[in-house]
């Protein structure tokens, strides 16, 4: 208690320097915002290494021990764009500690689970997190100037990638040395410091408030956990019952649609949606999403356990070089080498995927390819839209970001058959090709809304 009580006197002293010195706020905001959007993004994969550990620990099956991942994907996916909106009302500081404070107890339960039912709890909790997505966009565009924005949206939009490909390379080593819980302990400690850094961040003075749309919030959690549980489980459930849940995922949207249409303070302002940068981007984000989060999750069934950190680490290193390049290709042209890189990767994989230093090779375009591509659809986004929608309208491409990795992942499960995966590299091959067929479509000029 009275470490609490230090700790918060200590945030109200620094709160106040802070407020003095906006080169140090921008400074802080930027730290805050980026190590949350890395944890959260490493919490979601650093569980798929260990779900043959749960299955044993808990003795359940392999398919129930899935649903550790399966609730963090869906809470993530309820809660992303919601709070998106709740932070253009309210503030994005305000909703984000609330997300974040939700990923420490998370954790917390997780690292502590002594059953099953209690892990899952834990892993729901932490996917609400996951609304810190958007918010980071709106944070970084409050406190950043027109000329630093387009670098920090791509290296925020960067980061949700490089937090993945980390979750899948440090699982490996901390399952073997240290046991399942061993996952959660660090994030814990990454989640309390993004949580303290928020706290530091000067409040929003601009919000302006309003009402929630309670109606269109809960006709779009429902119809976005059916159809990524439909996604999600389509493997392993009866074709019969997959088709029934993507229709009910139908119909929840089509009342979705119908609400927000009719409504004054719509969740998501479908008119804003429909502009020919928003659709054309969100598109383009769940192909390129499938193609190369598939490529991903097949790359450590090529090697080692004990060589997966090493297949991994080329692609996490030019994904961080690629980044920065983003602002100065442009987000159209960023989007379309992306994508190019991105079948270059698959089609080496096809003919070429044997030996470690293949993987490798083939790993440094695809990084290279997802970093251009996701640093440039942030900047896309936040450039398409008004400032007071920066929240929601992330939080819906990062929706679609959700549903072209939940596609992807599938596609790598039904494509392998018999050990063969090069099948699977054309498949994603044409994916990628689809997508850079898309981005023919992205306006050549998407003047930033100010």
Request: proline residues 4%.
């Amino acid at each position: 208690m009275w470490v609490l009580a230090g700790l918060a006197a200590l945030v109200l002293l620094f709160r106040r320097k802070i407020g003095k010195g906006p080169g140090m706020a921008t400074r802080i905001t930027v730290g805050a915002v980026l190590l949350a959007a890395f944890s959260v993004s490493t919490a979601q994969t650093v569980v798929i290494a260990a779900l043959p550990a749960f299955a044993r620990e808990f003795g359940v099956s392999g398919t129930t021990a899935a649903w550790a991942l399966t609730a963090f994907m869906l809470a993530a996916a309820v809660a992303t764009p919601i709070a998106g909106r709740l932070g253009d009302l309210f503030g994005y500081r305000r909703i984000a500690l609330v997300c974040l404070g939700f990923f420490v107890v998370g954790l917390v339960l997780c690292a502590l689970a002594g059953s099953f039912p209690l892990l899952l709890a834990g892993r729901a909790l932490s996917g609400l997190a996951a609304g810190v997505f958007p918010l980071a966009f709106g944070l970084v565009r409050r406190a950043a100037s027109r000329e630093r924005l387009p670098g920090l949206i791509a290296l925020l939009s960067a980061m949700f990638g490089i937090g993945g490909a980390a979750g899948m390379l440090v699982a490996g080593p901390l399952l073997d040395s240290f046991g399942a819980d061993w996952l959660f302990w660090p994030l814990l400690v990454l989640g309390v410091v993004a949580l303290v850094l928020m706290m530091l961040i000067p409040a929003d003075e601009s919000a302006v408030g309003g009402q929630v749309d309670l109606a269109g919030a809960a006709l779009l959690g429902c119809a976005l956990v059916a159809l990524l549980l439909g996604i999600s489980q389509a493997k392993a459930w009866p074709a019969g019952a997959t088709m029934g849940i993507f229709v009910v995922a139908a119909a929840f949207f089509a009342g979705f649609a119908a609400v927000e249409l009719r409504v004054r303070g719509p969740l998501v302002d479908l008119r804003v949606l429909g502009r020919r940068a928003m659709a054309v981007t969100n598109l383009a984000t769940v192909v390129v999403g499938a193609a190369m989060f598939g490529v991903v999750t097949l790359i450590p069934h090529l090697v080692a356990q004990d060589r997966i950190a090493v297949a991994l680490v080329p692609m996490v290193v030019t994904m961080l070089a690629a980044t920065p390049l983003a602002p100065r290709l442009g987000g159209r042209l960023s989007v379309r080498v992306g994508a190019a890189l991105g079948i270059f990767s698959c089609v080496a994989l096809v003919f070429a995927h044997d030996e470690l230093w293949q993987i490798c090779v083939a790993g440094l375009l695809l990084g290279a390819g997802y970093g251009l591509s996701f640093a440039a659809f942030g900047t896309l986004v936040v450039d398409a839209v008004e400032p007071d929608q920066t929240g929601v309208a992330t939080g819906v491409n990062t929706i679609a970001r959700t549903a072209g990795g939940a596609i992807g992942a599938q596609l790598a499960a039904v494509l392998v058959v018999g050990g063969s995966y090069g099948p699977a590299f054309t498949v994603f091959a044409l994916t990628a090709l689809v997508a850079l067929a898309v981005t023919a479509a992205l306006p050549r000029h998407v003047p930033v809304a100010v």
